[in-house]
C-alpha cells in the first residue's frame, strides 16, 4: 500500500525510455531541467529555488528559450511545497500526466508543427488471487469483511504493490489474509476487465500455488470468514461467481493434463 | 494513446468500489459531493461555482462539516479551469492521488484514530508483443526507429489503450506497424519489470497470433524495418534479446505439446 521513497536524484519524467546526459546548463534566470533522449526537458520544483511572487517571470523567460531551442515535450515535476506553481503552469497551457502523493506531473507539448507523442500513464491496477488446494482436495477460500457482493467467497488476493513480483504478490497476500504459507507452483489464468478502480482497468493474475501449512488464523480486519472447502463444493456454490469457478476448472484441466505455466526471474538487459 | 474522453457524470474516486447513493444533501455555503460505500465523499470542481476567492472559505466550512460527520476520505477532483484551487487544497492537508489531462484527483483522510487505507492509484504499464508466425515458420519481426538497443529485432508490439482487450491490442500494434492482418492464437507469456516508464512497473504479455495477410507495409514513423524471419535465425540471431528468443521457445513447445492458452469475454456480475 506505501508508496515508494522518493530519490532525491532528479529521475525526469521517464527513467526507462530517457538516457540522462547532465542537467541541461541553462542561461541565467531560465529554469535548469534533464535532458531526455526525445529532446525533452523534466524540471523537478525541489531542484529550484524560485518564490512564488518570480515564478511567472522565471517560467516565461524559460518558455522563450525552450522554444528558441526546439525543445519539445517540457514536464514540471511539482512537489506539495510548490503547489502554488500549478495554477500559473496551467495557465501557460500545462497539463496533468500523473501524480502520487507528494508530486505532480505537467506537461506541456512545444512543437507546433508535431502533434504531441507522449503516451497516457499507467490506467491498469493489477491484482492478484491465489488458488490454494491442498491434498484433500480443498481450496482456500475467503468471504471479505466488504465484499462487493455480500458473503460470497472467493480466492485470497489483492492488489500487487508497487515494484513487487505478482508471484510475491500472491504468496504475500495469502499469509497476511489467512496465515497460511505457500509457494508457486503455476500461473492459471488472467482476467482483464475495464471500468474498475479509479477509472483504471483491471487485470487479475490468477497462480496456483502449493500450501506448506493448513492452520489459518485469518486477518480480522480485511477478512470475515476463511476456511479450506472441498473443490466440489466450490464448483457449486451458490456465492462462488462462475468465473472464479472457472479459474479452479482451467487449474483442474492443467493438472489431468500435467501442464503448469512456470515463471523466471531474470536481469534485463537496459533496466 | 488517447485519453477517453471524460463523462459528464461525477463519478467520484472510485466508480468500481463505490456504490453510489445520491448527491449528498450538504449544508448551505459547504461543498456538495458524491458520498462512498467507504464513507468517504468526493468533490468535482466542474460541479461547483466557487470563485477562487471564496474558496478558502467554503472549505474551511466544509472540512468542519465533514469532521464533524465523520466522514473518512475527502477526494478533490479538480480539472484544469480550478487549478487556483489546489494550493488551498495543499495548505489545508490534501495530497495528490493520481491525475489525467483535464485533472487532478487530491485526497484527504480525515479520520485521526485510524490510519489511511486508500489504495495506490496503477503503478503499472501494460504492454503486449505478438508472435506472429506464418506456415513458413517464419516470424514477423521489427527493427524500431527509437530502440533502445539500435538495430535490435523485436516482436510487434505496444502499450495497451485505456479500455482496450489486451488481444486487440495486439491484434491493432500488429496491423500499424506492420499492415498484417492477424487473429488471436494463444497466450505465449507474461514479463513483469520493475523501473520502467514513469517509475512504473511493466506487465508485457506476449500472445501469439495467426496471420491473415503475408504483405508487409510498415509504419514509417515507428519502424526502421520489418521482415518475415525464419525461425531458427530468429532464435539464433545476435541482435533478438533473450527473453525474446525465450518467448518463441515457449510457444514452439506448446505447439509441440498440443497446449494452447485461449481467452474468453464474459460479463462480469458486478462491473
Known amino acids: 500500500m506505501s508508496e515508494q ?20 546548463s541553462s542561461p541565467e534566470g531560465t529554469f535548469k531541467g534533464v535532458k531526455d533522449r526525445f529532446n525533452g526537458i523534466t524540471v523537478d520544483s525541489s531542484m529550484e529555488t524560485c518564490s512564488p511572487d518570480c515564478f511567472p517571470t522565471v517560467l516565461k523567460r524559460s518558455l522563450d528559450h525552450w522554444i528558441q531551442s526546439k525543445t519539445r515535450g517540457i514536464w514540471f515535476k ?13 495557465n501557460n497551457g500545462f497539463q496533468f500526466h500523473h501524480a502520487k502523493n507528494s508530486f505532480v506531473m505537467l506537461y506541456r507539448w512545444l512543437p507546433t508543427d ?12 493489477v491484482g492478484v488471487g491465489a488458488l490454494v488446494m491442498n491434498e484433500r482436495q480443498q481450496v482456500l477460500v475467503v468471504s471479505e469483511n466488504y465484499a462487493l457482493i455480500a458473503g460470497s467467497w472467493k480466492l485470497p488476493g489483492g492488489y500487487v504493490e508497487p515494484n513487487e513480483n505478482f508471484i510475491d504478490a500472491a504468496i504475500r497476500e495469502v499469509e497476511e489474509e489467512t ?7 503455476s500461473v492459471v489464468s488472467i482476467r482483464h476487465a475495464h471500468g474498475a478502480g479509479f477509472g483504471c482497468s483491471d487485470l487479475y493474475i490468477v497462480m496456483a500455488l502449493t500450501p506448506l501449512t493448513e492452520a489459518i488464523s485469518k486477518c480480522n480486519r480485511e477478512i470475515a470468514k476463511c476456511e479450506w472447502m472441498d473443490v466440489n463444493e466450490y464448483l457449486n456454490h451458490p456465492k462462488v461467481h462462475e468465473t472464479n469457478r472457472n479459474f479452479v476448472r482451467t487449474y483442474l484441466e492443467y493438472k489431468r493434463l500435467g501442464v503448469r505455466i512456470d515463471c523466471a526471474e531474470e536481469m534485463h538487459q537496459v533496466l
Do not use: Q
Request: glycine residues 2%; without cysteine; negative net charge.
Open 5 to 24: 521513497p522518493e530519490s532525491n536524484i532528479v529521475k525526469g519524467a521517464d527513467s526507462w525510455f530517457n538516457k540522462y546526459s547532465a542537467v541541461e
Open 78 to 90: 511539482v512537489h506539495l511545497s510548490a503547489a502554488s506553481w500549478i495554477p500559473e503552469l496551467v
Open 179 to 185: 496465515n497460511i504459507r505457500t509457494r508457486f507452483d
Open 114 to 125: 508535431e502533434s504531441a507523442n507522449i503516451p497516457p500513464y499507467s490506467h491498469t491496477m
